[in-house]
């Protein structure tokens, strides 16, 4: 917070001819000004766009609207200003936050939010992102007529993961959900994270239509 106090609009208010001490008050006193005229008007984003940027990459649950969080940035920070974000999530802070030149910082307790969070701010050529999906699914396909190799990657987990897998997929489908981990698990990095949040996206769609057949939901 003590960043605000060098923005331009601090300055002007403060006149430059104050102290450090009373810079930061008046700096302390414009940021609450704004923050309780933004908290008491209408910050309902209902219709709006969200389907811009990363931001739908993945169906996190209990997303922000992008607007949200954009709005907070726009008015209480300026570009190069430091943006936290605590309980990051999938990052629509994060995200916003770099659209705005902002840089951002978030914390979460989920590795898979940290995850989705690094991949939708990290930026990427699309040509390659859809060569990488590309090259894993044929490696996968390959994967499939190995069955010792896709029966041994079942062994890297407990009983009750196993109890859930078999709980959710069919026999073949754990297969070839098999086959996809193995070859997205051979890309680089950052390649590697992209696909694994589309694979965890696809499985949690996988599990949602299951549970419509089953009348679990
Ligand atoms: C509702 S989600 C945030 C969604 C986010 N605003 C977005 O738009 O994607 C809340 C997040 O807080 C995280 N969380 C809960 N308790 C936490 C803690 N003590 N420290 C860090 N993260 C925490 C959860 O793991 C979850 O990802």
Avoid at 31 to 55: C, M, T, V
Avoid at 62 to 75: T, V
Avoid at 76 to 104: C, F, H, Q, Y
Wanted: proline share 4%; aromatic share 10%.
């Amino acid at each position: 917070m003590e960043k605000m106090a060098n923005s331009t609009a601090v300055r002007e208010r403060a006149g430059g001819v104050v102290g450090a001490g009373s810079r930061r008050a008046a700096s302390r006193n414009w940021q609450y000004q704004i923050l309780s005229k933004l908290l008491r008007g209408d910050l309902g984003f209902y219709g709006e766009p969200s389907n811009y940027a990363s931001h739908t990459l993945h169906a996190f649950a209990a997303k922000f609207p992008p607007q949200l969080p954009r709005i907070f940035i726009e008015r209480l920070t300026k570009p190069g200003d430091i943006v936290l974000d605590p309980m990051v999530g999938s990052g629509t802070t994060m995200v916003e936050a770099v659209l705005l030149n902002r840089i951002g910082i978030g914390f979460d307790i989920d590795p898979l939010a940290l995850k989705i969070c690094r991949v939708k701010t990290t930026s990427a050529e699309l040509g390659r992102l859809l060569e990488a999906g590309q090259r894993a699914h044929r490696r996968a396909a390959g994967y499939l007529e190995q069955t010792k190799l896709l029966e041994r990657f079942f062994a890297r987990f407990d009983s009750s993961t196993m109890d859930f897998l078999e709980y959710w997929f069919a026999p073949k489908t754990r297969l070839e959900l098999a086959a996809l981990v193995l070859a997205i698990e051979k890309e680089e990095a950052f390649v590697r994270e992209f696909l694994e949040v589309l694979f965890f996206r696809f499985f949690r769609c996988q599990c949602i239509l299951r549970a419509i057949h089953s009348n679990l939901l």
